[in-house]
C-alpha cells in the first residue's frame, strides 16, 4: 500500500500547482501550495497511472517501461480521510491517467470525492481533474462535489499537440470538454473555479503563443487560472533527452499571466525577444516601463488606477490605497508611498510627487521569492 501510495503521489509532480516554486515538498504525496499568502498541504495522488495515450513526454505514456498500479476507490478515500482527520494534510487533489475508458476512469474518480462527501461528510477543499473528451453529466457530477475543476490543455493549438500527444485530438477532445466545463461553471460558479495546464518547453511553441492562447481562454471560458507547467524529461520516453525548460521561463510566464489577467495587459504590448519569447533577465512590466518612456513620468497625485498599476513598483494593493489616501489631500512624501508598499526602487525613475523627481535612494536588497507572485495558487 504504502509503495502504491508513493508512486502514485511522485507522479504527483506533473501536476501542477505551484509547489515547484517552493523547491521542495513534504513527502512523495504530500505537496505545498500558495492560498491567500499562506501555505497549504495538499494531498495530491493519481487515482491510476495506467494510460490508454502515449504521449511522447509523460511519465504515464502506454509504452514506458515502468510500474503500474491503481487504487480501489475506497481505498484511497480512506487514506485520505485518515490524513484530514489527523490534520496532515488540508485538502485533495484528485487526478489520474486515463485507463481503458474516459468516462470510466472520471466516474470512478468521482465515486471517491462522493465517498468522501457523503459517507466522511468531509467539507474540506477538492481539486478534481476532468478527463478529455468525457461525457458531460459527467462533469455536472464531478462538479457537485469539488470545489475546483480543472482540464490539462496541455499546449496552445493543433500542431503543437500533434507533436507530443498524436492520439489526442484538440479542438474535440481537449477544447470542446474545457467549453463543456467553462459552460456548466456559468450556471451555478465553483467556489474555486476552473483552471488549466498547459506544458512549457514540450513541442517548440513560443511564449508569445502560449499568452495569447491564454487570454482567449480567460476572455471565452471565464478560467481562474492558467498553470505554466515545465517540462521535465523523463526516463524511458522518448523525450528523455530533450532540455527541461528553465525554472526562470516558469517565472516570467506567471509574471505576465498577471499583467493579462489583473493589469489588463494586451499580449501584443508585451516585450518579446525576436523569437517570440519573454526575455528571462528582467521582469516584463519593468522591460514594459522601459520600453514606454513616453508614458513616464506619471504623477502619482493625478494617476488614475490604470496609470498607477503599469508603474513598476505599484500594484494593485498599493494603487487602491494610493486613490484612497487621495481624497483627504495631495501625496506629499514618499514615506508615504512606502508605508502602503510601494516597491520605491523599482518606481522612483517613472513617478512624480508633486511635480517633483524623488532623490535615487540607496539600493534596496530583494529576492525574488517565487511563490508571492501567485495568488490564490491552490
Known amino acids: 500500500m504504502q509503495e502504491k501510495l508513493n508512486f502514485l503521489g511522485e507522479l504527483g509532480i506533473f501536476e501542477v500547482s505551484d509547489y515547484i516554486y517552493q ?3 513534504f513527502t512523495s504525496f504530500i505537496y505545498p501550495s500558495v492560498y491567500k499568502n499562506r501555505i497549504v498541504k495538499l494531498f495530491k495522488v493519481l487515482l491510476s497511472n495506467n494510460c490508454k495515450f502515449n ?51 472520471q466516474e470512478k474518480m468521482i465515486d471517491l470525492v462522493e465517498i468522501l462527501r457523503k459517507k466522511y461528510n468531509y467539507n474540506g477543499y477538492i481539486h478534481l481533474k476532468i478527463l478529455p473528451g468525457v461525457d458531460e453529466y459527467l462533469i455536472k457530477r464531478g462538479k457537485n462535489y469539488a470545489d475546483r475543476l480543472s482540464l490539462n490543455m496541455e499546449s496552445v493549438n493543433s500542431e503543437y499537440i500533434r507533436k507530443i500527444a ?23 460558479p465553483l467556489k474555486n473555479g476552473i483552471t488549466t495546464q498547459i506544458i512549457v518547453g514540450s513541442s517548440e511553441e513560443k511564449d508569445k503563443e502560449i499568452l495569447s492562447f491564454s487570454l482567449y481562454l480567460y476572455k471565452n471560458f471565464n478560467l481562474s487560472r492558467v498553470y505554466y507547467s515545465g517540462f521535465i524529461p523523463v526516463p524511458k520516453t522518448p523525450f528523455e533527452y530533450k532540455k527541461p525548460c528553465s525554472l526562470k521561463r516558469q517565472i516570467r510566464l506567471y509574471q505576465a499571466d498577471i499583467l493579462i489577467r489583473k493589469y489588463k495587459f494586451l499580449p501584443s ?11 528571462l533577465n528582467k521582469d516584463p512590466k519593468i522591460i514594459w516601463a522601459e520600453k514606454n518612456k513616453n508614458f513616464f513620468p506619471i504623477e502619482i497625485n493625478k494617476a488614475n488606477f490604470y496609470q498607477l498599476i503599469r508603474i513598476p513598483g505599484i500594484g494593485i494593493k498599493s494603487a ?20 502602503i508598499g510601494v ?36
Do not use: Q
Not at 504590448?269 to 526575455?279: M, T, V
Not at 516597491?343 to 510627487?353: F, G, Q
Not at 523627481?357 to 539600493?363: M, P, R, V
Open 23 to 25: 523547491k521542495e515538498k
Open 55 to 105: 504521449c511522447l513526454y509523460c511519465a504515464n505514456r502506454r509504452d514506458r517501461d515502468c510500474p503500474r498500479y491503481s487504487f480501489n476507490v475506497k481505498e484511497l478515500a480512506e487514506i485520505f480521510y485518515s490524513m484530514w482527520k489527523k490534520r496532515l494534510v488540508n485538502g485533495l487533489f484528485l487526478s489520474s491517467a486515463i485507463e481503458k475508458d474516459n468516462n470510466e476512469t
Open 166 to 188: 498524436k492520439e489526442k485530438d484538440f479542438s474535440k477532445n481537449l477544447l470542446l470538454t474545457l467549453k463543456k466545463i467553462s459552460e456548466l461553471n456559468k450556471e451555478n
Open 269 to 279: 504590448e508585451l516585450p518579446f525577444d525576436r523569437n517570440g519569447n519573454l526575455y
Open 320 to 339: 487602491k490605497k494610493i486613490l484612497e489616501i487621495r481624497k483627504d489631500g495631495k501625496i506629499k512624501s514618499e514615506n508615504i508611498l512606502k508605508k
Open 343 to 378: 516597491k520605491l526602487k523599482k518606481a522612483m525613475p517613472y513617478i512624480l510627487i508633486d511635480g517633483k523627481k524623488i532623490k535615487e535612494e540607496k539600493e534596496e536588497k530583494e529576492s525574488e521569492v517565487y511563490y508571492t507572485i501567485f495568488d490564490e495558487i491552490i
